[in-house]
């Protein structure tokens, strides 16, 4: 997919919210679904299962209107975290312009982190993307659980963070860290049509 | 292109009030020290409400105080204007620095800077070079700059980034105070409450007032009758009410965009602009920069246009690189044709990269297909000029010169009479000097050089003329003392002498006397002539003449005869080309006799005695005198021409 399209002056970008299931994308994209005013966002679809745990994707349309003369938009998608909707992954995953990596801060699901991150690589590779050149970061969810059930930001940066990829403590449930996260992908996505290259 | 300020419109005649007190402190502060406080100074207003008369107010009254001040007023539509008719004549460069000179710049009406993207960015430029130097900029608009439409973002930063002031309209007083202060500008007069009337219909532009005031003088003077107020209502139409009174000063006060109700999703908005302008802009500038650029040196930028309507544009900055590489090759190009031949060089292919392909064919045809100067004649080759002690020195000289060319003896002038052999010589050197890799060897008579310039010179092709002599590595010109009296030519030779002489490239010349001796030569050429070596060759000496005539000879039959060879050598000759003759009559005479070559029959006819078995049956007599028909007949002009001494001649006359 195109990220600026100058003959219409669009911008369109497409993030999607990556992780182990239960470690948060949805409700990230629930919190900035409703710090968006009305006229602004598109509907939020969601197709979840009775338990509330995400099925195929979650699509978040946001309109940010006129930007120097280019009318931007941006499409924000989960995906599923459970391992055996993979093949769903990957088609969410195509044409991304970024990621967010949305990681689970509890110490006991440190594997499923690293599992869903190599997932992530491999799924992205499958696509011909490399996730060196992908922007990309990473949010450590859910940080406002007791200290003793969690591993601290720095420990998760050592664990997860191996590419120095920006990073970002957060509590999607009451919107800690969400629009910092959200901000910081955008920034690097943005920055990479700065260079000029599309991805 | 620049208007001049109207002088009416000064500070003095500028009625200040409540509305536009602060535009006019403003204005005298920047006229009084023009790029120390405010700067830029952006004055926004509704239309008629003073903009254009504060402006060059600003103008008068810093040219006021600093006469020497350069001050520029014009119009955003002026500035454009000139900006494409500089860029139209390629000198989009000349432009820029001719404005960022102005110390202080006054432009009127920039809101239709919308949908200007290159004057946008044009101006962002100058704005900043001008900020840069310390140069004042005052601009005026109809609202203020983030609510012109489609504005560069940093443009708008950089003219907000001074003081911006508006000017209201004016209130009652003021009204009033215009009003009466035009009237008496135009000396009319008005019975007491007709101004306020006027002043009271609610108008919120001045020009409107004007405009009432001007109707009211007109019916005046038409009507030879002064109007009390009651008229003057009727006749503007005042008095119903809210007739048009909402159309005047009707500006919304259209804030920033509100901003949403999540303070969070804001912030995100502003982060995202920020950086999305930032991006984006940078992208548009670079290349809108580079366009800019080129377009002003006058080539064709399609390349980098093709890339802001490109779905992705990729590797910007590599199309860039490799579109500066290529104007870069062209202008190689265009400079190497110059050289060669101005007026090819001024093809349009030499400006446009697209067509870099075609530039290099054209710039293959002209290095190939430029005529070369005249070169040596092949019929003077070196190894068939006979050496003596009479021309040793300039053979010497010559060989000097063919060793190191336009290092040792620069210029070389050959002098001596004419038949010695100069002009065989400067062939023999220029053959020489031909033979060298990539040499252009000019080797010509100085009247075919002046018949060159003068055929040039008819065809308006004199500088293509110029560019095939300074190719030349060597310039060879026989028997410049013809030059006198050519100004010209001797005005292009002194040019092409010194930028020859500075590349070190060999100039060969003969003359038939010393340089300063030859009447009718500029003393700059005589002197330069004078400057190198100057060689001699004398009359022929023996040595000489014996190798001419034994290759001349040889030429004829295979064997000379040694004792013809000694007697021809020995005869005193002023010139090799007179031993020729000599040798010529002997040799018809021999032809007309059928005999062989002798230094008997050379005798007899050089020297008058009659050869022993002449056919005298061929001769006839008319009054005594016998006319000898040996090959007189024959060559009667080389007789007549190459007598070599009185004595010769007195014995054919009295024959």
């Not at chain 1, 975290?81 to 993979?86: D, E, T």
């Not at chain 2, 520029?72 to 900006?83: G, I, K, P, Q, R």
């Not at chain 2, 006054?106 to 946008?120: G, H, S, Y």
Request: include cysteine.
């Amino acid at each position: 997919m195109s990220l600026v399209n100058f003959t219409t002056r669009e911008i369109t970008c497409k993030i999607v919210y990556y992780g182990p299931g239960r470690s948060g994308k949805t409700s990230n994209l629930h919190y900035i679904y409703g710090r968006v005013p009305d006229s602004r966002r598109g509907r939020l679809v969601s197709l979840a299962t009775q338990t509330d745990r995400t099925l195929f994707f979650d699509f978040l349309p946001i309109d940010l209107g006129q930007i120097s003369g280019f009318s931007t938009r941006f499409q924000l998608y989960t995906v599923p975290g459970q391992v055996y909707y993979n093949a769903t992954r990957r088609l969410v995953l195509q044409g991304a312009d970024g990621v967010v990596f949305v990681g689970d801060s509890q110490a006991r699901q440190l594997d499923e982190n690293l599992e869903s991150l190599q997932n992530l690589q491999s799924n992205l590779l499958e696509h011909g993307v490399d996730i060196r050149t992908i922007p990309l970061v990473l949010q450590y969810n859910k940080q406002d659980l007791p200290r003793e059930l969690i591993l601290s930001a720095a420990d998760l940066d050592d664990a997860l963070n191996f590419r120095g990829v920006p990073s970002f403590s957060a509590d999607a449930l009451h919107g800690k860290g969400v629009f910092e996260t959200l901000k910081g992908i955008s920034e690097l996505v943005l920055k990479k049509l700065a260079a000029g290259t599309a991805a | 292109m620049t208007s001049a300020l109207n002088p009416k419109y000064s500070f003095d005649t500028f009625v200040v009030g409540a509305a536009n007190r602060l535009a006019v402190t403003a204005g005298r502060t920047v006229a009084e020290n023009p790029g120390a406080a405010y700067n830029p100074l952006f004055i926004y207003s509704g239309s008629g409400l003073g903009k254009t008369h504060l402006l060059m107010a600003v103008g008068h009254a810093a040219k006021k105080a600093a006469p020497a001040l350069n001050i520029e007023y014009l119009t955003l539509d002026e500035y454009v204007e000139a900006f494409h008719a500089a860029i139209a004549a390629g000198q989009g460069d000349a432009f820029r620095r001719r404005f960022q000179n102005v110390d202080v710049l006054l432009v009127d009406d920039v809101q239709f800077l919308t949908n200007r993207k290159e004057m946008q960015s044009e101006l962002l430029r100058l704005t900043e070079a001008l900020q840069v130097g310390g140069h004042q900029i005052v601009l005026t608009s109809d609202r203020p700059p983030p609510e012109i439409a489609d504005l560069d973002e940093r443009l708008i930063s950089r003219l907000s980034g001074g003081l911006v002031v508006d000017i209201g309209a004016p209130d009652y007083e003021t009204r009033v105070a215009i009003l009466r202060r035009k009237a008496e500008e135009r000396g009319a007069k008005f019975e007491p409450g007709v101004l306020e009337t006027v002043a009271g219909a609610e108008s919120g532009n001045v020009r409107e007032l004007m405009g009432a005031l001007n109707r009211l003088v007109a019916f005046q003077a038409v009507n030879d009758r002064s109007i009390n107020a009651e008229t003057a209502k009727q006749l503007l139409g005042i008095g119903s009410e809210g007739a048009d009174g909402g159309k005047a000063a009707a500006r919304e006060g259209a804030g920033p965009g509100a901003r949403g109700p999540g303070d969070e999703f804001g912030d995100f908005l502003a982060d995202v602009t920020v950086t999305l302008g930032k991006a984006v802009e940078a992208w548009r500038a670079r290349v809108g920069e580079a366009v800019l650029r080129w377009e002003g040196e006058g080539y064709r930028t399609r390349r980098l246009e093709a890339l802001l309507e490109r779905d992705t544009p990729s590797a910007v900055d590599e199309v860039i690189a490799s579109f500066t590489q290529d104007v870069e090759r062209l202008k190689e190009l265009e400079a190497e044709v110059a050289e060669l031949d101005p007026q090819a060089a001024g093809q349009s292919v030499f400006r446009d990269p697209e067509r870099l392909g075609e530039a290099e064919e054209v710039a293959t045809k002209v290095r190939d297909g430029a005529a070369p100067p005249p070169g040596p004649s092949a019929a003077f080759p070196l190894a068939a000029y006979a050496v003596g002690p009479s021309n040793e020195v300039a053979v010497g000289a010559a060989r000097a010169v063919l060793k190191q060319p336009g290092k040792k003896y620069n210029p070389l002038v050959l002098v001596g009479k004419s038949g010695l052999g100069k002009t065989h010589l400067l062939n023999a050197i220029g053959l020489e000097l031909a033979r060298g890799k990539r040499a252009v060897v000019a080797c010509l008579s100085t009247q075919a050089f002046v018949d060159e310039l003068i055929a040039a010179i008819d065809g308006d092709r004199v500088d293509w003329w110029r560019a095939r002599y300074r190719r030349a590595t060597a310039l060879l010109l026989d028997d410049i003392h013809l030059i006198a009296g050519k100004e010209r030519t001797q005005e292009e030779l002194f040019n092409l002498f010194n930028l020859l002489q500075d590349k070190e490239r060999q100039l060969v010349f003969t003359a038939p006397a010393q340089p300063h001796a030859l009447p009718g030569l500029e003393e700059r050429i005589a002197s330069r002539l004078a400057g190198g070596l100057v060689a001699e060759i004398t009359e022929p000496d023996r040595e000489v003449k014996r190798s001419v005539l034994e290759r001349l000879l040889g030429q004829q039959n295979a064997s000379p005869d040694p004792a013809l060879v000694d007697y021809l050598a020995d005869r005193p000759a002023e010139s090799v080309r007179g031993l020729v003759g000599e040798l010529q009559r002997v040799v018809g005479a021999a032809a007309a006799q059928d005999g062989p070559l002798t230094a008997g029959l050379a005798r007899e006819v050089l020297e008058g005695q009659a050869p022993r078995d002449s056919r005298r049956s061929a001769g006839f007599r008319t009054s005594g005198i016998v006319v000898s028909s040996l090959g007189g007949i024959k060559s009667r002009e080389k007789i007549v021409w190459d007598w070599s001494d009185v004595a010769d001649r007195v014995i054919e006359e009295f024959r």
